[in-house]
């Protein structure tokens, strides 16, 4: 069961929520709602042959302790979607967004681009904090949308501020993006991630185990295959220099969503990685409604790249750099020796620089 939206297949990547949630292991969903999640994970979860449904049900049947089932529930939950899915109550949903709301994980990602500079930045270059997006699941559907395109528009606006014809290049720092929903941090990175005016508009894709399903940049919008899925205020934009090169920062936090935007950027022209691998759910999720009002967020798709390279895994950077300082460090200097900076294509970030970009289990 996948929710649409004018037409439009919504996978959205909510593991920052998961990550928030208490350890409760008392709420349990209702029999029927039980039987309802059963039946999506067993024919719809990415990793479904990984769990016997048949002895889980009996098991399940077997007892009456609430602990007991929860955890029979999310051990299955977590084998079947490879760590990524979950299930919440309705009260859950709520405390979970409550504590995202009121925690650092949640500051607006154009908050955190605009705030003190951790480690100085060169003047030629431009740099776009993507933080963690989730926009309060309390909302009507039309105002979650807007919050979104309010969420991108103000990663834009950034952009744009920066982008005044002396900016040679650009850093995408993702090292603290546990996820979210992608599409509002995609479209706010949008104008950087073609490579050039004319280059290719997929940016990235899903992959069901059948067939892949395309992100795109087109036309100044976000699109999910060939509907547009979110649009800034103004499409006719476009950035100076459409072929500055990108580095993009990443570390051991950034997840899900914030790993799409990792392999937005991966086979795009002039660009390259610095950091450490990224936490490994490069998978996506939808969250789907039970019938007692519970959420199930079932995982349902690897992430793939441009070039449809992906194994839902974690992605080592090109240039590894444990420290973020060091990470900083490395990217300028890369950046700085692009021809577009004046520099010399040397093809070599220091120490620890990668020839391509790379997979891990």
Not at 12 to 38: C, D, G, I, W
Not at 229 to 243: E, V, Y
Not at 336 to 345: E, M, R, T, Y
Request: net charge positive; charged share 20%; hydrophobic share 40%.
């Amino acid at each position: 069961m996948r929710r649409k939206q004018n037409g439009v297949m919504v996978w959205t990547t909510l593991a920052a929520m998961l990550l928030a949630l208490p350890a409760a292991a008392t709420p349990v969903p209702s029999l029927p709602a039980r039987e309802q999640m059963l039946g999506l994970l067993e024919h719809k979860a990415l990793y479904r042959d990984r769990v016997d449904w048949a002895v889980l049900r009996r098991d399940l049947a077997a007892t009456d302790d609430p602990d007991r089932q929860r955890r029979l529930l999310s051990d299955a939950i977590n084998r079947a979607t490879a760590g990524h899915g979950g299930w919440m109550s309705a009260e859950e949903v709520r405390e979970g967004y409550r504590k995202r709301a009121a925690g650092p994980g949640m500051a607006p990602a154009a908050a955190a681009t605009e705030g003190p500079q951790a480690h100085p930045i060169d003047a030629r270059l431009g740099l776009i904090r993507v933080a963690p997006y989730l926009p309060d699941p309390g909302l009507p559907r039309e105002q979650q949308r807007a919050a979104e395109r309010q969420e991108a528009q103000r990663l834009q606006d950034l952009l744009w501020r920066q982008d005044d014809g002396s900016r040679c290049g650009w850093i995408v720092d993702l090292g603290d993006n546990t996820g979210g929903n992608m599409w509002p941090m995609l479209l706010g990175v949008g104008p950087l991630l073609r490579g050039r005016a004319d280059g290719p508009d997929v940016v990235g894709h899903f992959f069901d185990g059948a067939a892949l399903q395309p992100w795109r940049y087109r036309e100044g919008a976000v699109w999910v295959g060939d509907a547009p899925r979110l649009a800034p205020d103004d499409t006719a934009r476009r950035p100076r220099r459409p072929d500055a090169p990108v580095a993009v920062l990443q570390s051991g936090r950034t997840a899900s969503s914030g790993e799409a935007i990792v392999l937005a950027f991966r086979g795009r022209p002039h660009s390259r990685s610095f950091g450490t691998p990224t936490m490994g759910y490069s998978t996506g999720n939808v969250p789907v409604t039970l019938v007692d009002g519970s959420t199930l967020l079932l995982t349902g798709t690897v992430m793939k790249d441009r070039n449809g390279i992906g194994g839902g895994s974690r992605i080592v950077p090109d240039v590894t750099a444990a420290q973020r300082a060091d990470a900083m460090r490395l990217a300028q200097a890369w950046l700085l020796a692009q021809p577009a900076c004046g520099g010399n294509p040397t093809g070599n970030a220091g120490p620890g620089a990668r020839p391509s970009w790379k997979t891990v289990p």
